[in-house]
């Protein structure tokens, strides 16, 4: 099956069989943008590809990606907490909202746990101007046993995870927590938040595939949460073009805002002498805060009949 290209788009065609008499095709466009006061500007370098392997960034690793259709849409933000008019502070809070959605991170300078009279104390964070906001600086990691490491399934990489009171001082608290369920107490053992990628097997991902008893959701509810990428707190009903995004704190100048932008092409799907448009979907917002971007990308599935030497393609052109 072929793909004609006509945009600046990054685009892939996947294409095989769906079952014993019918091809599919899934088709992925993806866009950067420039975020002007003005508006989006398309960007004409280093554009954000459709990547088949695993993708590594600063912030976390984008998985590779795959056919299957994504129902809802990841909100993802690349980025570092900056205190405002880069003057040091040692907490602050951030934000991303997408229309009425919106997601808060407390952000606190370095801390750990000290021991006293009356048991284990938070120290004072410390003053910072940037925070990377990664899964490093959330809550999580790795005990130490007698057997080997014991990593915490929510997040291996993370700071703050111990079981022991005895083994706690010195131990450093995370970086970013959920402001609605902050660490109060060294029993404490909240899930991590952030807004990087999220691992496709951690924790917090898992828990959406089973209900409180433990038994196996359906693949129609479950689907969601398997095929995002984002962390399942940011995986948000499709937004609609215009709607308005806002990210606080990532930028020491104010607020990075921008909107939805609509689908600027048409894809046509050509069998033979028939014809059909496709209607790709926005299931992909990645805002990119220190190069002031936004990445976009919209994904259209579909099946047809399997008919013998039949000519194939997905066409693509400007809206």
């Not at 095709?25 to 006061?37: F, K, V």
């Not at 004072?124 to 007698?146: C, D, H, Q, S």
């Not at 107490?185 to 807004?195: F, I, T």
Request: with cysteine; net charge negative.
């Amino acid at each position: 099956m072929k793909l004609e290209n006509g945009t600046t788009l990054a685009a892939h065609l996947f294409s095989g069989p769906a079952d014993e008499t019918n091809l599919g095709c899934a088709l992925l466009l993806t866009a950067t943008y420039e975020i002007r006061e003005r508006g989006l500007e398309p960007a004409t370098e280093a554009l954000w590809p459709v990547h088949l392997e695993p993708l590594e960034t600063p912030y976390g690793t984008f998985p590779g990606e795959i056919a299957s259709r994504k129902p809802k849409t990841d909100v993802i933000v690349l980025g570092k907490a900056k205190a405002p008019g880069g003057e040091a502070v040692r907490q602050m809070t951030v934000s991303v909202s997408v229309g009425s959605f919106r997601n808060s991170l407390a952000v606190f300078g370095d801390r750990r746990w000290e021991r006293s009279a009356g048991g284990l104390r938070a120290t004072e964070p410390l003053a910072f101007r940037e925070m990377p906001i990664v899964w490093a600086n959330a809550y999580g990691g790795k005990l130490t046993t007698p057997v080997g490491d014991m990593p915490n399934t929510d997040n291996p990489v993370g700071k703050g995870f111990f079981l022991d009171d005895r083994e706690g001082d010195g131990v450093p608290l995370p970086n970013v927590e959920d402001p609605n369920a902050l660490i109060r107490s060294p029993k404490d053992l909240p899930k991590p938040v952030g807004w990087a990628p999220y691992p496709m097997a951690g924790g917090v991902r898992m828990a959406k595939l089973r209900d409180a008893d433990g038994i196996a959701l359906p693949a129609e509810v479950v689907e969601p949460w398997i095929m995002g990428w984002a962390h399942p707190d940011l995986i948000i009903e499709t937004p609609a073009a215009g709607t308005r995004i806002e990210v606080q704190g990532l930028s020491a100048g104010g607020p990075i805002a921008t909107t939805v932008p609509p689908l600027p092409a048409r894809a046509t799907l050509v069998l033979g002498e028939e014809s059909r448009s496709l209607s790709p979907r926005l299931d992909t917002i990645i805002v990119q805060a220190e190069e002031r971007r936004l990445v976009v990308r919209w994904r259209a599935a579909t099946t047809f009949e399997m008919r013998p030497r039949e000519v194939r393609l997905v066409r693509i052109e400007p809206a």
